[in-house]
């Protein structure tokens, strides 16, 4: 079964009651309103149903108890800062039986493992960014196919930058108003769309990873020390085209000006991309699915029982 994503946008009080969690909506003056409409402003979900909490409001409170039962249930716990944006993000600390075995298989990884590990996911990415072109744009993708093939070991031939440089010079070129687009954490819309779409993933990764029994913070490749989670960004890399797709979709219904703020319908949208569909060893399964069996694969590759990794495949129309 697939987990469910819970948005919280407004003040509200979360508490746990016999296993459910309980939204209580604040700063709502219930007074001379009628008895059903009342109820509305009280909303239980099971506990075991979540998989991601997202806390958008600075006047959201909740209690220990109900962060307790969250991690139990290994369900993600997302904060946003003043401006909306995903900041933080609250994991369990053991999401495996056997975790210090894998703990051990993931630290005693060789460097020659890590970087033909490394040459999957930046293949995977490739091809997937190709897809992506594919279906949404009038380009030539032959060349990204062969830098796809292309990937040897720990990417020593660069083929992920060059690939990038293309993939963003091309994605939106056709737009009007995106033609000189430039891929940045500040820069122009739809940067902040893929910046959210980029967090909520990033926060699914890291659960599945922590469900798998594997340290989110030990990378393949990122290293930045100063970064919790490489190795989710490492993971990531390849389901990062499925979030563009999205986001092309996006500016083509709602326009430029439609995106230029992130608005809660928006945001919506972009938080339903734990459900989106992607094939992965042949079969469609939800993405959040289909991260649970990419991080399970990557455990059975550090532990000797797989030399690849399970990556979805973004299929052509």
């Given at each position: 079964?697939?987990?469910?994503t819970?948005?919280?946008s ?10 459910q969690m309980?939204?209580?909506q604040?700063?709502?003056d ?6 059903n409409?009342k109820?509305?402003f009280h909303?239980?979900?099971p506990?075991e149903?979540?998989?991601?909490l ?15 039962a969250l ?12 401006h909306c944006?995903p ?14 075995e894998?703990?051990?298989?993931q ?10 590990l490394w040459?999957?996911?930046i ?15 009038q ?7 062969n ?9 020593a031939?660069?083929?992920e ?27 122009m ?6 910046n ?6 990033r926060a ?6 922590v469900s ?5 913070t030990?990378?393949?490749h990122?290293h930045?020390?100063?970064n919790?989670y ?8 390849p389901y990062r085209?499925?979030v563009?797709q999205?986001v ?11 995106i ?6 928006l945001?919506m ?26 991080t399970?694969?990557l ?9 690849k ?7 052509m129309?």
């Amino acid at each position: 079964m697939i987990k469910k994503t819970i948005y919280v946008s407004n003040p509200a009080h979360l508490s746990l009651r016999l296993g459910q969690m309980v939204i209580k909506q604040e700063d709502v003056d219930k007074s001379n309103l009628h008895e059903n409409i009342k109820q509305s402003f009280h909303v239980t979900k099971p506990i075991e149903d979540i998989g991601m909490l997202v806390l958008e409001h600075q006047q959201i409170t909740l209690t220990q108890g109900l962060l307790a039962a969250l991690l139990e249930n290994n369900a993600a716990v997302v904060t946003c800062d003043s401006h909306c944006m995903p900041t933080g993000l609250l994991l369990p600390l053991a999401g495996n039986t056997t975790q210090s075995e894998r703990f051990a298989s993931q630290i005693a990884a060789s460097l020659p493992l890590k970087k033909q590990l490394w040459q999957q996911t930046i293949h995977a990415k490739i091809q997937n960014q190709a897809s992506v072109l594919g279906k949404c744009c009038q380009t030539e993708i032959g060349c990204m196919r062969n830098w796809a093939n292309d990937v040897r070991s720990g990417d020593a031939g660069g083929h992920e930058a060059r690939a990038a440089a293309y993939y963003w010079q091309n994605l939106f070129a056709d737009i009007p108003g995106l033609e000189r687009f430039t891929r940045g954490r500040e820069g122009m819309p739809p940067n902040n769309l893929l910046n959210y779409g980029y967090a909520i993933l990033r926060a699914v990764l890291a659960r599945a990873l922590v469900s798998s029994g594997l340290l989110p913070t030990l990378g393949i490749h990122h290293h930045n020390r100063y970064n919790a989670y490489c190795l989710a960004d490492d993971i990531m890399e390849p389901y990062r085209p499925y979030v563009d797709q999205l986001v092309f979709q996006l500016i083509h219904e709602y326009g430029i000006d439609g995106i230029s703020e992130l608005t809660r319908d928006l945001k919506m949208r972009l938080l339903a991309i734990p459900t989106l569909d992607v094939i992965i060893a042949g079969k469609r399964s939800p993405l959040m699915v289909a991260v649970s069996q990419t991080t399970a694969s990557l455990y059975k590759c550090f532990a000797g029982e797989l030399r690849k990794i399970s990556y979805p495949v973004l299929d052509m129309p």
